[in-house]
Structures are given as structure tokens and as C-alpha cells.
Nanobody, 114 residues
Framework: VQLQASGGGLVQAGGSLTLSCATS????????MGWYRQAPGKQRELVAS???????NYADSVKGRVTISRDNRKKTVILQMNSMKPEDTAVYYC?????????WGKGTLVTVSS
């Protein structure tokens, strides 16, 4: 199982960005998929997650600004971020729970300028 995150970059405060995470490998019944982020000097934290049934969970810091979605057929997970703030600057990682294991993608850097 391999995960490839894309979509990071530089955006101005108030702008929007969409992150995508594509998976490869044969997987049946992928579990919860999610996005995490790690800012410099801080611990990695959950941004948003979505279960196989579509239940979503968001960090308080992004509620109302972020939407997570998934395509179960393509086994991808998308993070749409709006009204971005400088404090959203971080390396973003996608994670997939599959077959009792967690798989992480390499991070994609998101920088929000003020």
C-alpha cells in the first residue's frame, strides 16, 4: 500500500487549496482515511478524517473551513481548505487505515502567507 499526497503549495491568507491523496496497491474495504498536519516545532495533529461510511471528524481549528471527502471506488481522499490562515502552514500527511494497519503518505507542504 502506497499513498501519494499532492496539492500543497503557497497560498495567501483567505485563499483556498485542495489536497489529494491517491492510494496504490490492492485494497478491499479501506477503513478510515484522514489528513494530519505538522507545523514546525509542533506535534502532528489530526486535521480531518472520514470513515468508510462517510462519518466525518474535524479538528476544532478547521471546522467550517475544511471539507474532507473520499472516493471509495478510486480509494482517494480529498481535503478542501478554504479561508486559510497563516496558522494552517504545515506539512500535511494523509493516512489510511487498512487491514488493521495505518499507512502514511509522504507529506506535502502547505504555506499560507499573511
Amino acid at each position: 500500500v502506497q499513498l501519494q499526497a499532492s496539492g500543497g503549495g503557497l497560498v495567501q491568507a483567505g485563499g483556498s487549496l485542495t489536497l489529494s491523496c491517491a492510494t496504490s496497491g490492492s485494497m478491499v474495504r479501506v477503513g478510515t482515511m484522514g489528513w494530519y498536519r505538522q507545523a514546525p516545532g509542533k506535534q502532528r495533529e489530526l486535521v480531518a478524517s472520514i470513515t468508510s461510511g462517510g462519518d466525518r471528524n474535524y479538528a476544532d481549528s478547521v471546522k467550517g473551513r475544511v471539507t474532507i471527502s473520499r472516493d471509495n471506488r478510486k480509494k482517494t481522499v480529498i481535503l478542501q481548505m478554504n479561508s486559510m490562515k497563516p496558522e494552517d502552514t504545515a506539512v500535511y500527511y494523509c493516512k489510511v487505515h487498512y487491514n488493521a494497519m495505518d499507512y502514511w503518505g509522504k507529506g506535502t507542504l502547505v504555506t499560507v502567507s499573511s
